[in-house]
């Protein structure tokens, strides 16, 4: 986890500034602390990334853009992060959310059934069936998103914190190794 890679990966401060889709929002993106890569700059970052990533599919990189703004944390790796959700990854993710909420909450909604299908009746018809049908799994699925966003969260950035902190320490017992300690590193 070192800055050359990061910053290999991440696009660029000024490609960000100067894209013609985001030049109305130059004050606000050109705050150095969007684009710094320290450790607690990382690591909160990721922590919004993967709260946010649980959120409904367009509002996940507005919130993540939004928090990263707010609490002044590195930008693109907020929005990055994010992209852990995708149509692979969703359905299981609810699903354990789902999960997650039955076993905080106690409450098991309906029961697990199956979405309704698109039938001739129209799209409208079916986004109402379809909105029914998530209404019904209720209070379980929303305290259960809550929490295993929290808990991502929470285990991201303790992971990054971790993984951030060990990588420093190698690298300063390295460095003391090659500049004459006597005692090598592990």
Known sequence: MSRKWFRRVLPSHESIVHNRWLAWMGPALRQPQLWQLHRRN????????????????????????????????????????TLYTNPFTIVPLYLLALKYGELITGYHG?????????????????????????????????VGLVALALT???????L???????????????????????????
């Not at 970052?45 to 993967?50: H, K, P, Q, R, S």
């Open 152 to 158: 991502l969260a929470l285990a991201g950035y303790v």
């Open 160 to 186: 990054v914190e971790g993984v951030w902190r060990m990588h420093v320490v190698h690298a300063w017992r390295n460095r003391k190794w090659r500049h004459g300690s006597d005692r090598k590193p592990d």
């Open 110 to 142: 309906a029961g697990m059934t199956e979405p309704p299908e698109p039938d001739g009746a129209g799209l409208v018809a079916w986004a109402h069936a379809l909105g029914d049908w998530a209404w019904s799994l209720g209070p379980s699925l929303l």
């Open 42 to 81: 990382v690591s909160r970052a990721v922590a919004i990334g993967l709260f946010c990533g649980l959120m409904p599919g367009p509002t996940q990189m507005l919130s993540a853009g939004i928090l990263a703004w707010l609490f002044r944390v590195n930008l693109p790796v907020a929005l990055f992060t």
